[in-house]
């Protein structure tokens, strides 16, 4: 997909050459031509010259200046100047969950382009966008050859209207394409088929070809970096802006150098190793840093490994997590079908960039050096509530055991009798309530995959049967993993180890695990166990996997399918058996693991181009009932007031050309006080509505039925459903209403516990302005705008934390909200606060400056005040320009009609 509209690219510092291809002559924009001038780039970071690259071809003079592309060409890895640069990527990537509001704002800036007089029609993404509807499908039914067909027929029945909504837009908006429900994950999707490594453009008649680079409104956009695309997740408000052709503010960072040397030993995958990097990043501390792998080590690990590596930046903390491209790159194109033309193109082009990693290529200057020596590496799992906590396979029962008695403060041996459809069984204290395969970080990895499939192979031949109160479900992240099972024969062992295909998209990994058996569920509920899920996601955060599920790991495929047979956490699987023979003999994890020459071979005799050549050749067809679907072709959306899926937002309401200002604020109330690592699961949930919560009750007045909900992440193209399920996870504890779970709070001055979305509501009839206290990585997790969007509609004008995760802080400003930091040893606790004091911040203006200090003042119940100093964190001058506008959208927008 190229963009074709003329760019106003001024070539300043004349490296503008040619390039013969397969395809023909194209031209390029020269680093090593930029090197003769600035000697530094040749030991600069890949990544970083993936940045210089795109500033030094946007240049124009206007958004993209002289002094960008020097400061990216002089940039010093030991010491990084606190620069702002305009990035600009050459595509967005979305899934369905963030898409559809994003395709919702759009239509309503047409609406408001339309009312000030201007042509609708012209509001459309100017660079290339891809849409996979990824996230809807849910998990109602599984263990059966009829689940991916049943699951299909729901998740259409469910989300009709929101799929013809995106039919509308793609066929409404240029450069937009959507890949229809049950084709695949995003991610996966973007790694096997949609990045071409190297993208090109039209300009002054000639083919000019630069690095492929995007944005996702994803946060596990990162996982493109395995292949050598510099790419990351941003808010859908932030992509929707980058669409529209404007940049991405960012701040030069630090590259974090990350050697990898040795190779895994024999029982270890690249899950493990991913889990391992984790842990070690996350404790040495890379938030709003590049990664950046390099060492022996790459050349030990296929283009999948690196895929599933780069894919958990966001749990490591990093922005991106980057490999370099090299040999292995183009053997992954040719493996993936990817045209040899293209293989072609994409060799010369990064060799005569300077930047195709070879054996002899120096080794670039890191701001920070971190090491690895892969042989050190052992099976492990991550849990039971944070990736970042790994656990050795052989510590899973000693930690869970001692989770289930610090932390969730419960009994070890609790077990109930069931009666089930299989026949009798028990439930007890780490039971393995769900067994997943699921998600793009391993179901891209075709060894894990096989592995998965050996292992359930050899335990059935063992005389091995999963027990049939464990939820099992395979989702593959695309159409081709099912092929290369079905080439190897694994999948008949899968079905029959219960692992049928559920779906193609997120499932599990997103809470879309659907309902657990209802004998389970009640024995569950009725005697408050604490089971377990285990699955091959890339997250386990509280509440996010299963309401029911409290403690949940993350493991490798073959991992999943062990513990499904073992049946239990309690059960030490490196060292206890996980079954009994036909004979009653016991089977060891040992019997059932395959070695890596079996998983190799099969891998070899299995995983082959033409299957990727099928199933990609017709991405964009869908099915028939994709295919059903009838809209018509109209500029502007049609709204339909009764809709409780799609509903034009009030962003625009008023929109006038004339910018609002920063407003004065009003002493504030607090809404909330909450601790460290709240993420954006806790403060917009994704998965099932309640009946009795604010959004449910809603619905219910709107005529819904409670079996018609769906889940939040479905409905994020109603404002009036999302704003009522801010801050309405099942498991988020708020420290104004100690011992309560859930989204509530208590209302000052009156005293009452109540819904925090009704709290709210009764503040905005006082007119009363609203703050968040909270401590450490707020907002951490998933790239999720409505965290942003629902936090605003609220009435929450700041958010005061001690620290902030890099995309929410920037969605907060985006949404026109002031993110303060407390200053190092200064905190909630220090200063005693109880959410019953009023906040008032001195200095917040139109003159605000970046990264400066303002003054706080709180004053408590009896009349005494605290007076400190915090960070506003609004980290470039830009962002002011947001918060002066309402936003980011509304700066947008005012620009493009400020240009017509």
């Not at 210089?52 to 946007?58: A, C, G, P």
């Not at 909450?674 to 954006?680: A, M, Q, Y």
């Amino acid at each position: 997909m190229s963009s074709e509209n003329n760019p106003k690219w001024s070539d300043k510092f004349s490296t503008r050459s040619k390039l013969q291809t397969k395809g023909g002559e194209v031209a390029y924009y020269s680093l090593l031509e930029l090197q003769k001038k600035f000697p530094g780039i040749a030991k600069l970071p890949y990544s970083i010259r993936v940045l210089l690259e795109s500033v030094l071809r946007q240049e124009d003079g206007f958004i993209v200046s002289e002094e960008d592309v020097k400061s990216v060409a002089q940039y010093q890895p030991a010491k990084v100047a606190e620069t702002e640069i305009p990035f600009k990527p050459a595509r967005v990537v979305m899934q369905d969950f963030t898409g559809v509001p994003g395709v919702v704002d759009l239509a309503a800036m047409r609406d408001a382009v339309g009312e000030l007089g201007f042509d609708a029609g012209k509001i459309n993404p100017v660079l290339p966008v891809d849409l996979v509807i990824d996230h809807s499908v849910q998990v109602d039914f599984a263990r059966s050859p009829e689940a991916l067909e049943k699951n299909i027929k729901i998740e259409f029945e469910r989300n009709g209207e929101r799929y013809e909504f995106l039919r509308w837009g793609a066929g409404t908006f240029d450069n937009f394409r959507v890949v229809p429900p049950a084709t695949g994950i995003v991610h996966q999707v973007n790694l096997e088929y949609l990045a071409n490594l190297v993208q090109s453009r039209q300009h002054n008649g000639e083919k000019v070809v630069y690095f492929d680079s995007c944005v996702g409104t994803d946060s596990h956009t990162t996982m493109i970096n395995g292949l050598g695309v510099v790419g990351w997740g941003v808010g859908g408000i932030e992509a929707e802006a980058v669409m529209l052709e404007q940049p991405v503010y960012m701040l030069l960072p630090e590259v974090v150098g990350f050697k990898l040397t040795g190779e895994l030993p024999e029982g270890a995958t690249a899950t493990d190793l991913v889990l391992t990097i984790t842990q070690q990043l996350r404790a040495f501390g890379v938030v709003g840093k590049f990664v950046e792998f390099y060492g022996p080590g790459l050349a030990r690990l296929s283009l999948a490994d690196r895929a599933t590596i780069a894919n958990m930046a966001p749990e490591y903390g990093a922005t991106i997590g980057f490999f370099p491209v090299d040999n292995e790159t183009l053997n992954y194109m040719r493996l993936t079908g990817r045209s040899e033309e293209l293989v072609d193109l994409v060799e010369k082009y990064h060799k005569a960039q300077g930047m195709f990693l070879q054996a002899d290529s120096p080794e670039p200057e890191f701001t920070h050096k971190l090491e690895l020596d892969m042989t050190t590496v052992f099976p492990s799992m991550a849990g039971p509530r944070r990736p970042q906590d790994r656990v050795a396979l052989s510590d899973v029962k000693k930690e869970f055991e001692k989770a289930v008695k610090e932390y969730y403060k419960d009994e070890l041996s609790k077990s109930v009798k069931i009666t089930m459809p299989g026949g009798e069984t028990n439930v007890s204290t780490g039971s393995v309530a769900i067994a997943a395969i699921t998600s793009c970080t391993n179901t891209s990895n075709p060894s894990v995959m096989i592995a998965a499939g050996l292992v359930a192979r050899k335990a059935l031949a063992k005389g091995l049967q999963v027990n049939p109160a464990v939820k099992t479900s395979l989702a593959p992240g695309s159409r081709v993993v099912t092929q290369y099972l079905q080439a190897a024969g694994l999948d008949k062992d899968l079905d029959a180890a219960g692992f049928q295909t559920v779906g193609y998209g997120c499932t599990t990994c997103i809470g879309n695990s659907g309902p657990l058996a209802p004998e389970v569920s009640e024995a569950i509920s009725k005697n408050g166990l604490v089971v377990a899920g285990v699955l091959s996601g890339n997250r386990n955060f509280e509440g996010r996997i299963h309401a029911e599920v409290k403690a949940n790991y993350l493991a490798s495929p073959p991992l999943v399918v062990a513990y499904a047979f073992a049946g239990n956490l309690q059960t030490d699987i490196s060292k206890d058996p996980v079954g009994k023979d036909k004979d009653g003999k016991d089977v060891f994890l040992k019997d059932i693991w395959p070695s890596q020459a079996e998983i190799k071979a099969t891998l070899e005799s299995a995983v082959k181009p033409d299957l990727f050549r099928s199933e990609y050749g017709n991405v964009l067809q869908g099915n028939a009932a994709w295919n059903a679907i009838k809209v018509d072709k109209t500029d502007t959306y049609n709204w339909d007031p009764k809709s409780t899926y799609i509903r034009k937002p009030d962003y625009f309401k008023g929109f006038t050309l004339t910018p609002p200002g920063i407003p004065t604020l009003s002493p504030m109330r607090v809404l909330a006080v909450f601790g460290d690592s709240v993420t954006t699961d806790h403060i917009s949930p994704a998965g099932n509505i309640k009946k009795d919560s604010p959004a449910g009750k809603w619905l219910l007045e709107n005529g819904v039925e409670v079996k018609d909900f769906n889940s939040y992440g479905s409905r994020r193209g109603n404002h009036e459903v999302m704003m009522r399920g801010t801050f309405a996870n099942i498991r988020i504890r708020n420290l104004m209403v100690p011992g309560v779970e859930g989204g509530y709070t208590k209302h000052i001055p009156s005293g009452e516990q109540m819904s925090i979305y009704d709290a709210a509501m009764k503040y905005a009839d006082d007119k009363t302005p609203l703050i968040v206290l909270a401590g450490k990585e707020y907002g951490t997790g998933s790239s999720r705008d409505w965290a942003a969007k629902g936090t605003s509609l609220l009435g929450i004008k700041v958010v005061l934390a001690e620290s902030f995760e890099r995309i929410h802080r920037s969605n907060l400003i985006g949404m026109g909200i002031l993110p303060l930091q407390f200053k190092e040893s200064e905190n909630i606790s220090s200063f005693k606060f109880d959410g019953t004091e009023t906040f008032e911040v001195h200095g917040y203006d139109d003159n605000v400056k970046p990264r400066s200090e303002m003054k706080v003042t709180a004053t408590r119940t009896d009349g005494s005040k605290v007076e400190f100093s915090a960070k506003v964190r609004i980290d470039t001058p830009v962002e002011v320009e947001y918060l002066k506008n309402g936003g980011i959208l509304q700066t947008v927008l005012r620009n493009l009609a400020a240009a017509k």
